[in-house]
């Protein structure tokens, strides 16, 4: 959905009330100053002094509730693990100086998360946005509104599709019988292909109608092995291990078929509420890890390995096949610079892709059960720059403005 004018009259103010603390802060740091002004008061859509305290001020543990969250092993965790120097609070964490004690809980199956996640055990969740955009409305039938409010990572190669030697492209798996976990990352990727190749829509329903489903992926990978099927849609390391032996090749990964697949932090909108002061902070110290990977990995890797109790040489491979998102890439991708805005294309085209309802249907029901808050947050990463264009490869059918499919 798109911002309304009153929503991006405050993100500019909140964008200049940021940049004027900033630059408060960098003159007192310069003049050896022991008093640190105070930031410009942050103000909503109306003009009116918003509540609660800046983003930049630590945030007094005392009244700081453990936020937990839960997350995989494929990627998306790490920056996290180098905000909070490990699994819990670590001596160099960046969240426990902002004022907030953080744990990131590894927990791998998606499942298995979601229920901590249903239990209250866990606060925050990383999950793929196509996986996101298909539990929104089933929680919002259950009374509880789901909002993102970060996005992580771009998948770049750690997610693709394997084949026997005789299968060259996209088009040829009309013939196919292919394997993959439903409502997956695999499984919306595989789908997001097949309507973008060159096959007629019948040839696309064909393979849609004859896709073989794994209940677990390392199932799926072995399906592939025992020649049961034709083609696997899968993630590393299971894609590595289908083709081990020799017996396919890779067809295509997201290296190639770039900005398809991307992770994203959620939370239950009334717990994003009652902690919007938390969340700022949360998002400003992921920022900073972000930076400091990018320049240097290597203490990732290390607390990325003792976390998940994997080979640094994993961690290494995995990370390298993963663009971690700064600032200016949640900008983008929530549509914070241009009226695009790439994140409602994803959850649109997720919706419908996985789901057996009219295209008919309105979207905007959809969409609207789904608003991002990082214009909440403002400018909190204004010395980031993005690196590499964004090439957002969504279905142009589907109108941003969450009207409903164009003509």
Same mark, same amino acid.
């Given at each position: ?182 409502? =997956? ?132 491979? =995995? ?89």
């Amino acid at each position: 959905m798109k911002l309304t004018p009153f929503a991006k009259l405050f993100v500019a103010a909140v964008i200049i009330a940021v940049a004027a603390y900033i630059t408060q802060v960098e003159l007192s740091k310069r003049s050896h100053s022991p008093t640190i002004s105070r930031p410009a008061p942050k103000y909503d859509a109306t003009g009116k002094p918003a509540l609660g305290p800046p983003a930049s001020e630590p945030i007094s543990t005392a009244q700081s509730k453990r936020i937990v969250v839960g997350v995989n092993d494929f990627g998306g965790g790490y920056p996290l693990l180098l905000a909070n120097d490990g699994a819990k609070p670590g001596p160099a964490s960046l969240f426990a100086k902002a004022g907030l004690d953080v744990e990131i809980r590894l927990i791998r199956g998606s499942k298995e998360r979601l229920k901590a996640f249903d239990d209250k055990e866990v606060d925050v969740m990383l999950l793929t946005l196509d996986y996101l955009a298909n539990l929104a409305p089933l929680y919002k039938q259950k009374g509880i509104e789901l909002r993102s409010f970060l996005f992580v990572d771009w998948s770049r190669g750690n997610i693709g599709i394997a084949a026997k030697p005789q299968f060259k492209s996209i088009e040829d798996l009309k013939t196919a019988r292919v394997a993959t976990t439903r409502n =997956t990352p695999t499984h919306y990727l595989l789908l997001s292909l097949l309507e973008k190749s060159n096959l007629k829509p019948a040839e696309v329903e064909t393979v849609k109608s004859s896709l073989v489903f794994a209940t677990k992926t390392p199932e799926a990978g072995a399906l592939f092995q025992r020649g049961e099927v034709d083609a696997v849609a899968i993630w590393e390391p299971h894609l590595s291990e289908a083709i081990a032996d020799g017996k396919g090749t890779t067809l295509v990964t997201t290296e190639t078929a770039t900005n398809l697949v991307g992770d994203v932090l959620f939370a239950r909108k009334e717990w994003l509420d009652q902690n919007e002061a938390q969340v700022t902070a949360f998002v400003q110290a992921f920022f900073t890890a972000v930076d400091g990977l990018n320049k240097d990995p290597a203490r990732t890797i290390e607390l990325a390995a003792t976390a998940f109790q994997q080979k640094p040489e994993l961690i290494a491979a =995995t990370l390298k096949k993963t663009k971690p998102a700064l600032f200016a890439d949640n900008r983008a991708f929530f549509g914070l610079e241009t009226e695009d805005c790439a994140y409602d294309h994803f959850l649109s085209v997720a919706y419908f892709a996985r789901t057996s309802r009219s295209s008919t249907e309105s979207i905007r029901e959809v969409l609207l059960s789904l608003p991002c808050l990082l214009y909440h947050f403002g400018d909190v990463g204004s010395g980031q720059e993005m690196k590499g264009p964004m090439r957002f490869q969504f279905d142009t059918k589907i109108s941003c403005a969450a009207e409903g499919p164009t003509a």
